[in-house]
């Protein structure tokens, strides 16, 4: 067993690359790394390896706008905890799962592909160890975190990789998932980078199926493919909820809000009262005051209700997160089956 590699800034430049281009060749990388391919090849198996980072599928908006994505705080028995996470964590429904400081102990991020009433009520109301939960609707997502980079690149680098990157040619009802695209969509939430001979193989078509279905799935804009890290291990060892209220007009302007401030990882518009929630990475607790005054700087009108720590990952994305917050398995996203909801 190969012992524990502790990330540096060339990884970071490795992470940052995959970011912007998740698939492309590491002969393509070579140059705009300055490294030989096969030394990368070897540092990102050793990163994912380790659990430091993998490359994994998401469900872009064309399929997400179908669902009610949702945020659900629970409250669940002295003790219980851990055990409620974990079994939650094998739903596939379930997209991410934090423990958090604050009136609730877990935050999930669920998809629920037979509807929210029927995941609440027959899913997560068949837990006799929560004792309540509070349901945040998503309505729209400004900031998307798939664009948030670790910032380790040029702006030279950045364009040459994003030049890398085949346009997305989104079409109305041009989403449609069969059950050989679901297969795909199992191996690439496994490994986002999986060669187009080692799907065919595990999938028993051949190599020209394989690329032509994967091809389809992102660039029509069904699946997305993102590069997630380790928080902590990477840098970045506090992260932060907040909830509060916007304009319209600010949040429409929010597209951007990650490069005015690298702090955010995401920004999610909600049904209700408090219509916004924000999440930022931050490099220490004390953080948190600077980048809140900045949020309000950059966003007019935004008033921040609360704010929650997020104290222990069990779940990001559909990958199980151990006590070391390092990415163990995955538990594949079921689109086909959102689908048909």
């Not at 779940?315 to 917050?325: E, L, P, S, T, Y």
Request: proline share 6%; aromatic share 6%.
């Amino acid at each position: 067993m190969q012992d524990s590699i502790t990330p540096n800034e060339f990884d970071l430049s490795l992470i940052n690359a995959l970011q912007i281009a998740p698939r492309a060749s590491w002969t393509d990388l070579s140059p705009i790394l300055e490294a030989d391919a096969t030394t990368l090849a070897r540092r990102w198996k050793r990163l994912q390896d380790d659990g430091l980072a993998r490359v994994t599928a998401f469900p872009r908006p064309s399929v997400m706008a179908r669902l009610n994505m949702a945020y659900v705080e629970l409250s669940c028995r002295n003790g219980t905890v851990e055990e409620v996470a974990s079994v939650l964590a094998e739903h596939p429904d379930t997209l991410s799962i934090q423990f958090i400081a604050g009136s609730h102990q877990l935050l999930l991020t669920v998809v629920p592909g037979e509807g929210l009433a029927d995941y609440l009520l027959n899913w997560v109301g068949g837990f006799p160890d929560v004792v309540s939960y509070h349901v945040h609707v998503v309505t729209g997502m400004p900031y998307e975190a798939q664009h948030w980079q670790v910032g380790a690149l040029s702006p030279g680098q950045r364009r040459a990789l994003r030049a890398l990157v085949p346009p997305i040619e989104s079409r109305p009802g041009g989403d449609h998932i069969t059950e050989l695209d679901q297969r795909v969509i199992d191996l690439l939430c496994n490994d986002g980078r999986v060669g187009y001979q080692v799907l065919a193989e595990r999938l028993g078509i051949a190599p020209a199926t394989a690329a032509r279905r994967l091809n389809r799935l992102l660039r029509e804009g069904i699946l997305g493919l993102r590069c997630d890290i380790s928080r902590g291990a990477m840098g970045w060892p506090v992260a932060a909820v907040l909830w509060g209220s916007a304009g319209a007009d600010t949040l429409d302007g929010a597209h951007d809000l990650g490069r005015r401030i690298p702090e955010v990882r995401l920004c999610s518009t909600l049904a209700g009262p408090e219509n916004t929630h924000l999440v930022v990475w931050l490099r220490s607790a004390a953080d948190l005051v600077r980048v809140e005054r900045r949020l309000l700087d950059e966003m007019p009108g935004l008033r921040i209700a609360d704010r929650r720590v997020i104290l222990r990952t069990f779940k990001f994305m559909g990958g199980i997160v151990d006590a070391r917050q390092r990415f163990t398995r995955t538990v594949p996203l079921r689109p086909r089956a959102m689908q048909r909801a």
